[in-house]
């Protein structure tokens, strides 16, 4: 008899909300549609004459205008504390609408739990009492408030360009639907680590003003499978709730790789969910998805389709103008006398996230050697710190640190000679270069193979034999020899014959010695330096070249 009395009022209550419905489906072609941030100004003017809320919209009649806003943006306690003339009844259909809400998720939340008591005890009964509900995150998404503008980050002023179209959207929609354009669903930011791809989209949230929901591409990949799915969903339902606003997806790749045609279930239906999300929100609905990757050769072609990431933004490593803006930023706070155009020559191949180590480190050298200001010769001393990390000299015999000193003493002297960007050697560094990626010259690769050949050439000329430290270098040069006669087309032909690489080898070993013969002098006096002090300048080596040239 009660579960009948039950029915009957749920009928009823469900028969008078579609009557609703359907009396304010004609109103609603009327209605101006506004975002969330109009209409609490709407409402704190209180100029709102009624309020009509239906499955899909609420609505706010002014004297003038008529107002609509997904009820997905808005909540009940909007409405409880506003005092306004409702006409209609429609204050008694929001209370209804909402305790019917309530009324429904509390039986959902009910029979869940109803037949969570009875999985766990089925599974306690199986278990002896131990269960394990460790089953992925469960932490709720909430927006982060983001606090890194433009102005914060140096160079990158095409990508500024790019994207100050996309917040001009996002703050004035109606001007660019009435011209027939829509926003990009999706924009992709492409580039190596470092270079600053998620202050990017922080500084977007910045400008648009809107809420910044930042997820990890590895915090999708989940054990269980539906875990990872079940969190893209709620990721995008926190951001509907909230929109307009910006979801931000680091390193993608992780969940965003191609479908092989290898089984892994989970992380197949972790990017179908997310394929699913992004296709199913309307470009009006002021949602943006940024993604950022620094492989995206290896993404699934299903998301680079238009209409999922409609724009890509290739970031790349910073120029020299655009290192000096950015070392700018990092001095700010830092007392120092120095030159950044110095500063910016020197670091040729730094993102700006080394760019920042570099200046912190010379900051800490500052303070530790009780120094006023930072000077260059603080970021010649932790250049290497920064580019290979820190390495202690082994303890050597005297006959090992002559053998160490000759080698490094070649190598810096064939690097200076050749002007290959470096600006101090240290006794205790094997590389004084980092591996470059850079487009090169034939002459320009063939100084490097000569500048990794010139250390065990130096212990030849004096030693009659090296060290097996030359292992790196050599292993080093033997490859760059191989990219440049199969892969660059730079021997004799451009298709090689496999003597050809040993002939190579032969004739750079030998221009080498060459040159080192006839810088006996400027060897000798390089070796004491490197002997007393453990390490030297280009600067230095240079005038000792300038010397007998």
Known sequence: MLNSKNNRVLLYLSAFIIIVLILFAMLRNNADDITLRDASKILENHVVSSVVVTKEYVYLKTKDNFYRIASSQVTPKMFVDYKVEVKSGYHIIIYILFGVIFLGFGTLGLRWWQKRDVVLSNLNSMSGGVVNLSMGDNTPVESMKSDVTFNDIGGISDVKMELEEIIDFMKNPKRYKSFGARMPRGVLLVGPPGVGKTMIAKAVAYEAGVPFYYQSGASFVQIYVGMGAKRVHELFVAAKNNAPSIIFIDEIDAVGKKRDGARNDEREATLNQLLTEMDGFESSSGIIVIAATNKIDVLDSALLRAGRFDRRIFVELPTKRERESILLKYLQKVPHELDVKAVANMTVGFNGASLAALVNEAALLSLRQNDFHVTIEHFHL????????????????????????????????????????????????????????????????????????????????????????????????????????????????????????????????????????????????????????????????????????
């Open 382 to 549: 932790v250049k290497d710190k920064v580019m290979f990390g820190k390495k202690k000299l082994q303890m050597l015999s005297d006959k090992q640190k002559k053998f160490r000193v000759t080698y490094q003493a070649g190598k810096v002297i064939a690097a200076t000679y050749f002007d290959i960007p470096f600006e101090k050697l240290m006794l205790s560094n094997e590389k004084l270069t980092p591996v470059t990626d850079d487009s090169l010259i034939k002459h320009e690769l063939e100084a490097r193979i000569k500048m990794l050949l010139s250390g065990m050439v130096a212990c030849g000329i004096k030693f009659n034999e090296h060290a097996s430290s030359a292992k790196g270098d050599l292993d080093e040069a033997k490859e760059l020899i191989k990219s440049m006669l199969n892969d660059y087309g730079m021997g004799e032909s451009l298709i090689s014959l496999e003597s050809e690489q040993e002939l190579v080898m032969k004739r750079l070993y030998s221009e080498t010695k060459l040159l080192l013969e006839s810088m006996a002098e400027v060897i000798q006096k390089v070796e004491a330096v490197l002997y007393e002090r453990e390490s030297i300048t280009k600067a230095e080596v240079k005038k000792y070249i300038n010397e007998v040239l």
